[in-house]
């Protein structure tokens, strides 16, 4: 049986480091590779054969889920597996949207992550027990969910962010009154130009006025 070749992604060299001796233990895998950055992980990918990219979320450069979807695009059969402490169901379902095949804790235990391996090999999507849990709750309760809003297909926490931006609150601060990571709020950020097709403070601020979304 071929040994499954894993190219290894994360910024913090230590961690990418001592990733690779524990997939090294495993039986039927090896490490193909290590990369700084998601557009390394690009580059790497047209020099050497790969199955699976085990990825950082959050990275310079390139994060994981811009990553998940060129491989989607660029590599078809090359399946990505996110690993990231980050429990916010928003970003998960932006990850499994943009081609990734798997989301993993960073506190997973090494069965965990066979698993995930294994899964994603076959075909399947790997999700960690806690990750169903999350999105289970954020579906009862409303939270996270990925279907469109009233306004411009936004949801109810891309409208309290808009309404941050457009009053000039730095990242750090919607962040700290909305209870969130920095970086979630760079994706509500990235996803609300996106799906509104808009490039500037400026014209988000015109799309709020024009909307009553100004209180």
Not at 21 to 27: I, Y
Not at 115 to 144: C, F, P, W
């Amino acid at each position: 049986m071929n040994k499954i070749r894993l190219l290894l992604a994360d910024d913090h060299r230590v961690l990418v480091e001592s990733l690779a001796m524990l997939v090294a233990t495993m039986d039927g895998v090896e490490v193909a590779g290590i990369a700084n950055n998601g557009q390394e992980v690009l580059e790497k990918l047209e020099q050497q054969e790969v199955e699976v990219v085990l990825s950082d979320l959050h990275m310079p450069v390139m994060g994981g889920i811009d990553l998940a979807y060129q491989v989607s695009k660029k590599f078809s059969d090359v399946k990505v597996l996110l690993l990231t402490m980050d429990e916010e169901p928003v970003i998960i379902k932006e990850a499994l949207r943009a081609g990734a095949k798997g989301y993993v804790l960073k506190n997973a235990s090494r069965s965990d992550l066979e698993e995930a391996l294994r899964t994603v090999m076959s075909g399947g999507v790997y999700l960690h027990d806690r990750i169903k849990e999350l999105l289970a709750q954020a579906d009862a309760n409303g939270n996270g969910h990925d279907g469109d809003g009233q306004i411009g297909g936004l949801t109810n926490r891309e409208i309290q962010v808009i309404r941050y931006i457009i009053n000039e609150v730095p990242t750090a601060q919607i962040a700290e009154e909305m209870f969130i990571a920095p970086t979630t709020v760079e994706t509500h950020r990235r996803n609300i130009f996106k799906k509104l097709n808009i490039h500037s403070v400026i014209g988000l601020t015109r799309f709020a006025i024009q909307h009553g979304l100004i209180k």
